[in-house]
């Protein structure tokens, strides 16, 4: 299964793109979709003069089950890996030891594990 990893060190870095979260990561482009949680005329009217229009940024606007808005910006680069099996995660844990596994949107992103290595709010 592949990941998107991070290592909290690196997580406000501007040079976090240039440094591997670990040796077994890879360069990985990710989809970049916004999704504000409001319809596109809630949008409209909360940004109104501010911001564009909704559909004046981004491509593949799309309307969400639940009636909420969601537009893919420019694609990022990040960093993943991959791992086979629940024993490839488990070696994995042992090795970089505290790890924290999320998916933040599987509509939308690959899950992501994160070497935690510092302090984290």
Known sequence: MKFEIMRTSLRN?????????????IRY?????YTPNMTEAEYNKT???RRKKWKEEGSNHIILKDGNVA???EPLQSWSIELKSLKDLIK?????EDLIISNPDSRF???CIEIV?????
């Open 47 to 49: 940004y109104d003069g």
């Open 109 to 111: 992103y690959i899950p």
């Open 92 to 96: 994995f844990s042992e090795k970089y």
């Open 29 to 33: 482009i990710r989809p970049n979709w």
């Open 71 to 73: 537009r893919q910006g």
């Open 13 to 25: 870095s501007r040079t976090n793109i240039n440094n591997s979260p670990c040796e077994e990561a």
């Open 117 to 121: 290595d510092d302090y984290l709010d």
